[in-house]
């Protein structure tokens, strides 16, 4: 997906699904920055962008940023936009996905409006929108990987890490465990907090315990 949005000078890609259960957290795969997803999750915008509002309510893809799509309605709006721009995310196109009740989104976007979105939006909208409906399909199977955390997926190394973590190891130890050094260790638990929009690897954890919880 990041090579295709790449090729198609669509600097990154999201795909967000919603909870079925209002208790539960969206999962995300994505490549947005992280620092902006971490963010975006921390603060519950799911709950009020209007991205989303839309996806919800409208099967049909849409554009959107600040001068596209529809009027912003409200300041809260419009200050998700801008801090959106902030993080390099001006404008997209998203696919809304409504499967037997779930509903997920998925979003090329880019750090620049103009023609060259424009032109890559409109000459490509129907393959855009074939290629959302096989990711969806694919993270539906992924998604029920026990290496998801709090509606985030982690890789392989960062949730062995994290679980060794849990266990009351040291990154010392778990370097040793996992036969990588402990700096490695360091970057993938930092790389965890970063995608679960947490200040401590001790929050980290408590995600972990409440993921499995679930289960």
């Keep these: 997906m990041a090579e295709i949005a790449s090729a198609l000078s669509l600097s990154c890609f999201a795909y ?10 969206p999962y995300l795969i994505s490549t947005y920055p992280p620092s902006w997803t971490a963010h975006y999750l921390t603060h519950h915008y799911e709950s009020v962008d209007p991205i989303i509002r839309r996806a919800i309510r409208d099967m049909r893809p849409f554009r959107w940023g600040l001068g596209l799509g529809p009027p912003i309605r409200s ?10 721009a902030s993080f390099g995310i ?6 809304p996905i409504h ?3 779930a509903i997920a989104a998925v979003t090329f976007a880019t750090d620049r409006s103009g023609a060259q979105f424009e032109r890559s939006v409109t000459e490509r909208a129907d393959v ?28 392989r190394r960062e949730f062995e890490c994290l ?8 990154m010392s130890d778990i370097g040793t465990i996992l036969r990588i050094s402990r700096r490695t260790v360091a970057f993938h638990l930092v790389n965890v ?23």
């Design 193 to 215: 907090r970063a995608k679960l929009g947490v200040r401590s690897i001790c929050q980290a954890v408590a995600y972990l315990e409440q993921s499995k919880a679930r289960r």
């Design 16 to 25: 967000l699904a919603l909870p079925r259960e209002s208790v539960g957290v």
């Design 75 to 84: 300041a809260l709006e419009h200050e998700l936009f801008e801090e959106a």
């Design 163 to 170: 679980e060794w973590y849990s266990q009351g190891k040291s």
């Design 90 to 95: 001006c404008c997209g196109f998203t696919i």
């Design 128 to 155: 855009l929108q074939l290629i959302a409906r096989y990711f969806h399909a694919h993270a539906k199977v992924r998604g029920r990987s026990d290496r998801v955390v709090h509606g985030v997926l982690l890789s």
């Design 99 to 101: 499967d037997k009740g």
